[in-house]
T-cell receptor
Framework: GQNIDQPTEMTATEGAIVQINCTYQ??????LFWYQQHAGEAPTFLSY??LDGLEEKGRFSSFLSRSKGYSYLLLKELQMKDSASYLC??????????WGAGTKLIIKP | ETGVTQTPRHLVMGMTNKKSLKCEQH?????MYWYKQSAKKPLELMFV???????ENNSVPSRFSPECPNSSHLFLHLHTLQPEDSALYLC??????????????FGNGTRLTVT
């Protein structure tokens, strides 16, 4: 079966750095997405990786290793507004989007 | 205007009621989706429309009935729902045909409670 694993919940301190991991086992691979979802709001697109390596976008970076079936989202200089759920999703060989259950990130002052 | 608008934001209905969820996108996209989001579970894809034709129906019970009258509007008609159908129903749109490498744009969802 196809599976995406990410931690259920993480806690970090304002101003610090946090890394949210995502591992996947899917039938083929056509890219990996990260979305951010604040409570009661729509998920919003953060990043897309299809090649190995690190993609940086301001305070947020996303890393992919296809050989390891692994990605992480790195958030630097954490702010209170970064408290949200972070969803990992993989496009398989049939372009079906397989979703993780999300990681709830709690930022403490 | 926000890109994808869903109404209502909250809905409480009895098991014998009939109601409809509405979604409208202002992004010029040609694919639209219904997703179900339950607490601590992955998003579940329900229906996909591409160029107003249904291209995917993931074994969703017939008590959920989608309608896509044009590329900007999507409805989900609900009847004789069960309490386990209580969830957040998210509408999304994207450019291109179904899931490709273009990101999804989601609405804020309808929080549905079935009593």
């Amino acid at each position: 079966g196809q599976n995406i694993d990410q931690p259920t919940e993480m806690t970090a301190t304002e101003g610090a750095i946090v890394q949210i991991n995502c591992t996947y086992q899917t039938s083929g691979f056509n890219g990996l997405f990260w979305y951010q979802q604040h409570a009661g709001e729509a998920p919003t697109f953060l990043s897309y990786n299809v090649l190995d390596g690190l993609e940086e976008k301001g305070r947020f970076s996303s890393f992919l290793s296809r050989s390891k079936g692994y990605s992480y989202l790195l958030l630097k200089e954490l702010q209170m507004k970064d408290s949200a759920s972070y969803l990992c999703a993989v496009l398989d060989s049939n372009y079906q989007l397989i979703w993780g259950a999300g990681t709830k990130l709690i930022i403490k002052p | 205007e926000t890109g994808v608008t869903q109404t209502p934001r909250h809905l409480v209905m009895g098991m014998t009621n009939k109601k409809s969820l509405k979604c409208e996108q202002h992004l010029g996209h040609n694919a639209m989706y219904w997703y179900k989001q339950s607490a601590k579970k992955p998003l579940e894809l329900m229906f996909v429309y591409s160029l107003e034709e249904r291209v995917e129906n993931n074994s969703v019970p017939s008590r959920f009935s989608p309608e896509c009258p044009n590329s900007s509007h999507l409805f989900l008609h609900l009847h004789t729902l069960q309490p386990e159908d209580s969830a957040l129903y998210l509408c999304a749109s994207s450019q291109g045909e179904g899931h490709r490498n273009s990101p999804l744009h989601f609405g804020n969802g309808t929080r549905l409670t079935v009593t």
